[in-house]
């Protein structure tokens, strides 16, 4: 695998699904490093695995994470542990920070069999218009009782704090913090079911549940008027959520100044005053100061979160959450505000052209430069790792490619129009190797689409699974192999009642995949096709095997058509409530993927 050896490394070209040769474009190439900026000055970093005992060039000091300090050393010690040490030669020369991972992610202790959720659609008759929390801990419990272990989550991430959120999971103001939309409040700390007024929220919340379509406006309207009652009523001021917001400091601060400054302002940080563009400025700190409350109030969202996200995880022994962590955020958000400096401005990320996409893809979300990455130690990405890993057993990590090289889209130029630039993808994936050991999370890699023919092997090398995906495979699934994580379908892709129904075919290429997978005769109906397709996916030999909701309930829509801009993406909610699930055909057709 080529790294790069400058601060933007634009490949030459790329090869398609087809092996087609594309050139990469000069006017491309000259209009992305223009966008990048100049090269930035990095410090000393350096990259070893964990045992490794290379000798030093000069002695030097070891300044251990943990705040230990090592003597005067030769040669690094084997049993340094894994983390971010920094390294001080003893003639007074620059610091290194001096990075020890472990060669391989957190591994999958025995074979799964899975649930995969949408969060937003899995609605309970105790939610508020959109699934919650409370909504996840019952999903786990569910899933436990019909011999699932894993449940996979839709992203959690924080949208921007407007009356009127992005439906996309995947366009987050930000990928560190929590949405406070899937907050149950009757959860939150001063719930009072006999206050009038927080009653008739709930209800007027619990009627959004009659509407198909997720209206995130009204929901989060409702909520967000129950939870200032309450936190006015009851500030809290009590030692938990002081020692837990103490305990997140400065990135905590900045992001809940971030949301009152975009609540003040009613748009994205691009449009604000020049005085607020900067989260370091003293207006930023003199507005924080002033409108302390509503920081505050922004800043106790996110520990309620963390305790219900905690309690979610712990619902039910036996069943692992496994997040999703989005491939990048909103311009305009808080990750974008905070991390400027460090984001190419005005480029957009997404995928070239291909059989399912023809115009390429463009998802509207700055890149890192890979230099200034580099110069800040990865510590966003550590950040991002973590935070996303956080009361987990696993993590998906969206587009994996994008550790290896992004596809980049110059301003003022479409999808097709771009171009791959290269990261170092050995420090990234050292970095990842680093937080998924630390929070025991197993990693699985969304590799599907153009990918460069060595990138599976590392990944397999790293520990990290892949992807297989029916639609997409030529042999049976008992061939499958180990180290990914199989399923019918994908968020962005047909269900099995779509294609069974021919209502979600496109070109009718997916009907004759079904009819291979699921044998003679033609199933008679769309659950009979679910049943033996999961028959057939129970029998794959990857280590983890999941089934969509949607499929279990038998549904022929998918929750997103990419590169359409319909009100349906990502605002369908299930057809029944979750309460209901047992009377639906779904714990028979979650039996044929657990029992086969």
């Known amino acids: 695998m080529n790294e790069p050896t ?11 699904v087809g092996g087609t040769w594309h050139p990469t474009d ?12 100049p090269e930035v000055p990095a410090p000393p970093l350096w990259f070893v695995h964990a045992g490794e005992s290379p000798a030093l060039q000069r002695p030097a000091i070891i300044d251990l994470e943990d705040g230990r300090e090592l003597g005067v050393v030769g040669s690094l010690p084997p049993d340094l542990p894994i983390g971010y040490h920094d390294l001080h030669p003893d003639d007074g020369g620059p610091t290194t920070r001096l990075v020890v991972a472990p060669k391989q992610a957190a591994g999958v202790a025995a074979q799964l ?92 919340g619990r009627a959004l549940d009659g509407r198909r379509m997720i209206d995130r406006g009204s929901a989060w309207w409702l909520k967000r008027t129950a939870l200032e009652r309450l936190w006015r009523a009851r500030p809290p001021a009590g030692r ?35 005085e607020h563009r900067r989260p370091d400025s003293p207006a930023v700190a003199r507005f924080a100061a002033e409108h302390a409350d509503v920081v505050a109030f922004h800043a106790w969202l996110q520990w309620l979160l963390d305790g219900q996200h905690a309690a979610a ?21 808080a990750d974008a505000w905070l991390w400027q400096d460090l984001l190419a401005s005005g480029v957009r990320v997404g995928a070239p052209p291909d059989e399912f996409g023809p115009d390429g893809q463009d998802w509207g979300l700055p890149p890192f430069i890979p230099g200034r990455l580099r110069a800040a130690a990865y510590e966003p990405l550590a950040q991002l790792f ?30 097709a129009d771009g171009a791959y630039v290269r990261y170092r993808s050995r420090e990234l994936l050292d970095v990842l190797a680093i937080e998924s050991v630390r929070a025991g999370a197993f990693v699985v890699g969304e590799d599907l689409g153009t990918v460069e023919g060595t990138v599976r092997a590392e990944l397999a090398e790293r520990g990290i699974l892949g992807y297989r995906v029916a639609w ?10 180990g180290g990914t994580l199989a399923s019918m379908t994908t968020h962005d892709l047909p269900t099995v009642a779509g294609v069974w129904s021919g209502t979600d075919d496109p070109d009718g290429k997916l009907s004759p995949r079904l009819a ?37 309930l038998v549904v022929p829509d998918r929750p997103n058509h990419p590169g359409t801009t319909t009100e349906q993406n990502w605002s369908v909610a299930l057809p029944t409530p979750i309460d209901d699930l047992d009377r639906t055909p779904a714990p028979r057709l979650l039996r044929a993927l657990t029992e086969g």
């Open 313 to 333: 995880a712990a619902a039910a022994p036996g069943v692992g959450l496994v997040h999703d962590l989005a491939v990048g955020a909103d311009p305009g958000g």
């Open 6 to 16: 400058s601060s933007l490394d634009v490949d030459e070209g790329y090869l398609d």
């Open 472 to 481: 997409f495979e030529e042999s049976p699934p008992p061939s499958w192999p």
């Open 113 to 204: 069999r899975a649930v995969a959720a949408q969060v937003y659609a899995a609605r309970s008759r105790a939610s508020w218009g959109i699934g919650d929390l409370g909504d996840v801990a019952a999903l786990a419990r569910w899933s436990a009782g019909h011999g699932a272990g894993a449940l996979l989550l839709s992203p959690l991430h924080a949208p921007m704090p407007v009356p009127d959120p992005d439906p996309s999971p995947y366009y987050a103001s930000s990928r560190i913090w929590r949405n406070p939309l899937h907050l149950r409040i009757e959860d939150v700390p001063g719930w009072d079911p006999g206050d009038p007024d927080l009653v008739e929220l709930a209800q007027r």
């Open 240 to 274: 938990r959520f002081a020692r837990w917001r103490s305990e997140q400091g400065e990135a905590l601060s900045r992001y809940a100044t971030f949301c009152a400054l975009a609540e003040h302002h009613r748009s994205g940080w691009g449009s604000w005053p020049a």
């Open 386 to 415: 973590r935070a996303a890993m956080r009361h987990a057993a696993g993590l998906r990590v969206d587009h994996v490619m994008g550790l290896f090289r992004l596809w980049w889209i110059p301003p003022d130029r479409g999808a």
């Open 516 to 552: 291979a997978l699921v044998g003679e005769p033609w199933p008679a109906t769309a659950e009979d096709a679910v049943a033996r397709a999961h028959t057939a996916l129970h029998a794959a030999g990857s280590t983890i095997a999941a089934a969509t909701l949607e499929d279990l």
């Open 26 to 37: 000069p006017g491309v190439r000259a209009a992305l490093v223009a966008a990048a900026g």
